[in-house]
């Protein structure tokens, strides 16, 4: 049922292609605006322009940024040895958040998928190749997600990475902490078999 | 954990300010966002600013509209005699899903509700009182949710209207169609035995 009412409609469906929104509550959020007063919304509006126009790539990891460097590649206590790449900087959050790892990222801004045409050249592959070529670097942690699109970008990062001699490793597969064998998927099993390791 | 980058973080409390999104959502929406081109985003926030200072309340029944009349008002062809009354404009759209009523709407824009310190002032209540001085109206269907604000709002309606000598009706209580008498609450059943009608 339409409202007859296009820049409703319009409004509508901008919040309805937003990802993880559908239609209802779309159309919520849109009542919701529309008894907001317009300084509310220019606001809003305001808000998103300036994200879009003040932040960019970091010149090193290629995270968002609003300034020339990300705050991790601006701190030069953090170990420059090892570089752990993500797929997107939600990922380098999920991974500060542990407070385990203290070297540097890179954002490769999503993952080869021949499906959805991504190819290599769509992502910050070369920053991350010309970052290994400085030499500074080790050891390169592929942290892309366990999915095929994450495996077959860790891989081919790897075999170009061959040339310069730095390790290149990966997370380990496994059942997650607080999980249950009986829950586990078969591959999850397998993998957690082969990378079984001694307990002392 | 925080992302330091303050128009990101603008941009996610922008997000997770509207109704249904919380914080997680909001992030994937302000990257999906920061993923998309500057124009994808000017059209984004001149929707929003389109919509505001397009949409305001239609001069009759107070639903939102881009006209000087609703659509519905704007129809000569219904029934004059009826108003429903609904608390906002998306309720208006839920009974013309059904093709059943054919008469006017009026909008009131929410319900009293001393908690939430809304005042009967705050509603469209002023312009409803109005529409049925005018003399055509000869039945107001309360159609407000069966809340305790809605039936205090559609109580104190009906006693504002008793001097113009109009039938107040308030849509019927009772057990949902497609429902079983085994999850209905405790109120609703009694309302239900309290409401209930003959066979033939």
Known sequence: ???NVPPLEELIDKFASLPGIGRKSAQRIA???????ESDIKAFAKTMLKAKSDIHYCEECQTFTDG????????????SSTICVVENSKDVM?????????GYYHVLHGLM??????????????????????????????????TVEGDTTALYISKLLDPFGVKVTR???????????EYSDDITLVKAF??????N
Do not use: W
């Open 1 to 3: 049922m339409a409202y």
């Open 31 to 37: 009542f919701y605006l529309l008894n907001k007063s």
């Open 68 to 79: 020339e460097k990300c705050s991790i590649c601006a701190n030069p206590t953090r170990d």
């Open 94 to 102: 999920a991974l500060e958040r542990t407070n385990e790892y203290h």
């Open 194 to 199: 082969e990378g079984r390791t001694a307990i």
């Open 171 to 181: 997370l380990a597969y496994g059942i997650p902490v607080g999980g249950s064998l």
């Open 113 to 146: 998928s021949p499906i959805d045409n991504i190819t290599p050249d769509q992502l910050k592959i070369k920053e991350l190749v010309s970052r290994v070529a400085k030499g500074d670097v080790t050891e390169v942690i592929m942290a892309t997600n366990p």
